[in-house]
């Protein structure tokens, strides 16, 4: 396990947010000529479908085994369309969540090639990848320097499934029970965090913006609550993965940057 990687600041991913990564490819996805989108079960199952609404092409999924590292397609329209795709020369994009240090995505490209034997058919999309990454997918999130949790993955239970996805560098450590909270305060836009949002860090800005990043960089909080609008600009620009809150009347609202 790559043990540098547990260490990293945490990042949860949304289903709004794999919506809009999905959409923001869909594009360059349009041009590519596909055939069929085959999701790798269980983590590709959710973006394998949204693709394939958003492509007009069929979906089906590879079923993966971690005890037996085996990859398998289970029925035979399956392999009907993929047959198809061969013969029309239309490309299959194999759909997974993550491109960790694990063998999910590797051995189910291998699988899969072995069907098509073809390697320019087919495209690989990933929800997210890093610089540690086993397979270098074509479409990805590049969360170098952070550590993603995807939704699906925050509600594992059981030692077994999370003794798995601690092995492959995938998943929240048991040390680690909750994401880490910044509050920055100034004189101008005052607030006063509810005790239920467990505030980890307290910081007074003061108008130094460097002092401020630098202060928000050492501490590597998930979330900040912020009511300088300026600011939440800057910070979201500089830490494009940190949520951000801005309150009002004592309720939070999360903020979007839009680029």
Known sequence: MDI???KFPIFYYSYDEIETFCLSKREQLAQENFGLVLGVLRGGGIPAVMLSQMLSVPVDFIYYERR??????KNQEAMDQINLCVKQEK????????A??????????????SLV???????VLVLVSHEGSRVKPDYSKDCT?????????????GNLFLNDFVVAGEALLADQPYKKI?????????????????????LQYEGDIGSTF?????????????????????ILKKFSFVIVYKVIQQERFRIIFLD
Not at 91 to 98: A, G, H, S, T, Y
């Open 214 to 234: 630098d202060a928000i960089a050492t501490m590597g909080p998930e979330e900040i609550y912020c009511n300088n609008e300026s600011l939440i600009s800057l």
């Open 68 to 73: 037996t590292a085996r990859a398998e397609i």
């Open 100 to 113: 960790g240090v694990g063998y999910t995505l590797a051995n189910s490209y291998k699988y899969l090639h």
């Open 117 to 123: 034997r073809i390697e320019s058919l087919i495209k």
């Open 4 to 6: 540098a990687f547990t």
């Open 182 to 202: 910044l509050a920055i305060n100034d004189p101008v836009t005052p607030f006063i965090p509810k005790p239920e949002w467990k505030v980890d860090y307290h």
């Open 145 to 157: 320097g952070i550590r993603p949790i995807l939704p699906w993955e925050r509600y594992v239970t």
């Open 91 to 98: 490309k299959i994009l194999l759909v997974e969540d993550m």
